[in-house]
C-alpha cells in the first residue's frame, strides 16, 4: 500500500500522469520515529493510504515545511532507502509549491 500525491483544482481533473508516491512503509518509517524529527511529521503519517484525501492550501504550505526539513535530515539516513526517500520528500515538495503558486489542491490517492 502507499499514497500517490496529485495536484489539482478537483479531483476529477487530476492529471494522472503527474504525481509523487510515498510508499507505506515510508509512512510507517516516519510514525514509528516521530519522537526524532525536529518537525511534526503527523501530517504525512496520518493521511489515510486506504482512501483519498484532498489537502488545502494550509495544510499544503504545512506540509512543504515538513518536506524541506525532512529532506535535511539525517533521520532518514536510518531508512532503507535514505537517500530516494528525501528524493521523494523534496519531489513532493515540488508538487506542493506549484498547487500553491496554480491555487490548486493536494489529492492524495490510497490504493
Known amino acids: 500500500m502507499g ?3 496529485y495536484r489539482a483544482e478537483t479531483q476529477g481533473k487530476i492529471d494522472y500522469s503527474e504525481s509523487v508516491g510515498l510508499e507505506a ?3 510507517d518509517f516516519l510514525h514509528k520515529n516521530r ?3 525536529d518537525v511534526d511529521v503527523k501530517s504525512i503519517y496520518e493521511i ?3 482512501g483519498d484525501t484532498e489537502l488545502d492550501a494550509e495544510q499544503i ?3 512543504i ?3 524541506g526539513s525532512l529532506k535535511k535530515n539525517d533521520i532518514l539516513d536510518a531508512y532503507d532507502e535514505g537517500e530516494n526517500a528525501k528524493d521523494i520528500f523534496g519531489d513532493l515538495e ?3 509549491l506549484r498547487a500553491l503558486e496554480c491555487k490548486q489542491k493536494i489529492f492524495a490517492i490510497g490504493d
Open 3 to 5: 499514497l500517490e500525491f
Open 25 to 27: 512503509e515510508l509512512q
Open 35 to 37: 519522537h526524532l524529527f
Open 48 to 50: 489515510d493510504p486506504y
Open 61 to 63: 504550505e504545512k506540509m
Open 65 to 67: 515545511n515538513i518536506c
Open 94 to 96: 515540488e508538487i506542493l
